[in-house]
């Protein structure tokens, strides 16, 4: 399996713009999750789906962000407009719902810049 | 709601050394426990996960503990190599009924130098 895939690797855009990140889980998995990492707040949860219903979107820090995730194999996270402290690493990750043994599997991630 | 914390922040250590790192978590009903490492500019990758039934589990040189009655779990790295330098993370179960939601600790940012 490729694992989990995000696009783009990197996004270098201007503060008031609109940015989309994507996501692809691992096929079969049921659960998928968004996180952010930053030097000052570490790694958070900003939303997550399972069977690609959203669950739990307490993370998002607000109104200028919105995850959707049409299909099993599919989610975006967008950020309208963006703001230069929304730059941070973005990650995707996903698991098989159900299992507790099951780790989560994490993607590369999306290095987002807001200039 | 789950607070972790690890310690230490960094450790530099030369190598062959065997090294422990801590984690904390301040809810105690968790199903799990997981370590992560995170090289630079990477996703995570997971290390070892342990279920609330166990209190240990090895891979490799890795061994990880678990303690929920004190709210503790340790790594520990034997025979420490320069390739095992990362960033390691702890990651608890964020409580009630949030199952797979994940709290994570800050990280211990690992240096093994030859």
């Known amino acids: 399996d490729a694992g989990v895939i995000q696009s783009p690797r990197h996004e270098v855009t201007e503060m008031g713009q609109e940015v989309t990140l994507r996501c692809k889980p691992i096929s079969g998995h049921n659960s998928l999750f968004w996180y952010r990492q930053t030097m000052m707040r570490g790694l958070e949860l900003l939303i997550y789906f399972n069977n690609n219903v959203p669950i739990d979107d307490s993370g998002m820090p607000e109104d200028r962000f919105s995850a959707k995730m049409p299909n099993a194999s599919f989610s975006t996270l967008k950020i309208q407009p963006s703001e230069p402290r929304d730059s941070a690493v973005y990650f995707c990750?996903?698991?098989?719902?159900?299992?507790?043994?099951?780790?989560?599997?994490f993607g590369p991630g999306t290095r987002l810049l807001v200039l | 709601k789950q607070e972790v914390t690890q310690i230490p922040a960094a450790l530099s250590v030369p190598e062959g050394e065997n090294l422990v790192l801590n984690c904390s978590f301040t809810d105690s009903a968790i199903y799990n426990l997981q370590w992560f490492r995170q090289d630079p500019g990477k996703g995570l990758t997971s290390l070892l996960l342990?279920?609330?039934?166990?209190r240990e589990q090895t891979s490799g040189r890795l061994n990880a503990s678990l303690d929920k009655s004190s709210g503790r779990s340790t790594l520990y790295i034997a025979a420490s190599q320069p390739g095992d330098s990362a960033t390691y993370l702890c990651a608890a179960p964020a409580g009630g009924t949030s199952y797979g939601k994940l709290t994570f600790g800050q990280g211990t940012i690992l240096t093994v130098h030859p």
């Open positions: 990750a996903s698991r098989e719902l159900g299992l507790a043994e099951e780790t989560q599997y």
């Open positions: 342990i279920q609330s039934s166990q």
